[in-house]
Structure formats: C-alpha cells, structure tokens
Nanobody
Framework: VQLVESGGGLVQAGGSLRLSCAAS????????FGWFRQAPVKDREFAAQ????????YYAESVRGRFSISKDAAKNTVFLQMNSLKPEDTAVYYC?????????WGQGTQVTVSS
C-alpha cells in the first residue's frame, strides 16, 4: 500500500491547516489510520488516530481540542484538521495505516507555524 500526504505548509500562529492522506495500491483489511509528527531534534510522537470500522478517535493531549481526525472510507483517505496552530506544532507530519498485515507509513509533510 502507498500513502500520499498533502496539505502541509507555512501558517501563522492561530491559523489552520488541513492534512490529507490517501491510500492506494494493494489495500487489505484496514484497522485504522493515524498521524505521528516529528519536530527537529525530537522523537516522533503520536498525534491522532481513527479506527476504520466505527470511527473512534484518539488524540495526544497536546493536540486534543485543536486537531480533528476524520475519514472518507470510500476514498481510503483520512484528514487531519489542525486549528489554533502553535509554533510548537511545527514538525513533519507522518500518516500511517494499520492493516491486518502491519503498518505502512507515508513520506511525511512539513508543517511550519510561525510566531
């Protein structure tokens, strides 16, 4: 399976961005999609996840209330709506998909929030 992310960019603090992640290729049974992020000189950290069957969502404490993850099952696509962005949200955002066969990652998309 291949994941293609889009929607990253440069935004001022307080602004919004919407990331997309589309899966294609030999897609098996999907359990869920999610996003991690990695800031410079920091470890990759979990941001948000959505289960495919029932749409349950999970968020890191640092983004809860500001970020919203959603899905378009017909297009095997997941979205991350990011509002009230802060400079500390600056990172490369990586999409992943969990299938019964394992996890696959996208190439990452840069999000930069200026103060």
């Amino acid at each position: 399976v291949q994941l293609v992310e889009s929607g990253g960019g440069l935004v001022q603090a307080g602004g919004s961005l919407r990331l997309s992640c589309a899966a294609s290729g030999n897609i098996g049974a999907i359990n869920g999609f999610g996003w991690f992020r990695q800031a410079p000189v920091k470890d990759r950290e979990f941001a948000a996840q959505i289960t495919w069957r029932d749409g349950r969502t999970y968020y890191a404490e640092s983004v809860r209330g500001r970020f919203s993850i959603s899905k378009d099952a017909a297009k095997n696509t997941v979205f991350l709506q990011m509002n009230s962005l802060k400079p500390e949200d600056t990172a490369v955002y990586y999409c992943y998909v969990d299938e019964t066969t394992g996890r696959s990652w996208g190439q990452g998309t840069q999000v930069t929030v200026s103060s």
